[in-house]
């Protein structure tokens, strides 16, 4: 563990914990990047939002990480997008101050999956990238879930630049296909 983190103390780290487990986001993002290899860029974040920047600032200082942004609202956000922040400072903080909810429980056990793909370069093969979406539909599921594209309705092919990934046909006679392979 992280001499910084063993410093924290414990009630603060607590009371944070559980703020995030109350208002705090896991998320992975996908961006279609054509320019990319695997025409798809992942963006992982921890976030928090809130009116009152005064914990969200705190938590910030004891992340050592992270920036603060606000709406025009008045809505500021605390985000950590950087993997290496992730991996360093979010990942080992909830690790020592967990969760209580099952459901940030599970949230977090997946994200920290995903986080130690992409650190690891899992993200950059077709294996990896088709892993990284499966856990990705498991985050966060449940009322209010957002997806801008399904990914169930694509696959990677290979090509003489690398891994594609590529829009396809459903097939009519299941109701849901899973992506495939293929070469």
Same mark, same amino acid.
């Given at each position: 563990m992280n001499d910084w983190i063993k410093k924290i103390d414990p @009630?603060? =780290?607590y009371y944070l914990a559980g703020f995030s487990d109350g208002e705090g986001s896991f998320n992975v993002s996908i961006i279609h990047r054509p320019d990319y290899q695997s025409g798809i860029k992942f963006l992982l974040s921890f976030n928090v939002s809130q009116r009152d920047r005064v914990i969200l600032a705190l938590m910030k200082k004891i992340l050592r990480c992270g920036h603060l942004r606000e709406r025009r609202d008045g809505v500021v956000y605390f985000e950590? *997008? *950087?993997i290496n922040s992730l991996r360093d400072n979010v990942v080992p903080f909830f690790e020592r101050f967990h969760f209580l909810s099952a459901n940030k429980k599970r949230n977090f056990?997946?994200?920290k999956k995903i986080v130690e793909m992409v650190n690891n370069g899992n993200h950059l093969h077709k294996e990896g990238i088709q892993e990284i979406l499966k856990l990705r539909e498991e985050l *966060? @599921? =449940? @009322?209010g879930r957002k997806r801008k594209y399904d990914f169930t309705g694509y696959k990677l092919i290979n090509s003489k630049n690398g891994n594609i990934l590529r829009d396809y046909t459903q097939d009519t006679t299941t109701s849901k296909q899973a992506p495939t392979d293929v070469g």
């Open positions: @009630k603060l =780290g950590v *997008n *950087n056990s997946i994200f *966060n @599921k =449940g @009322k």
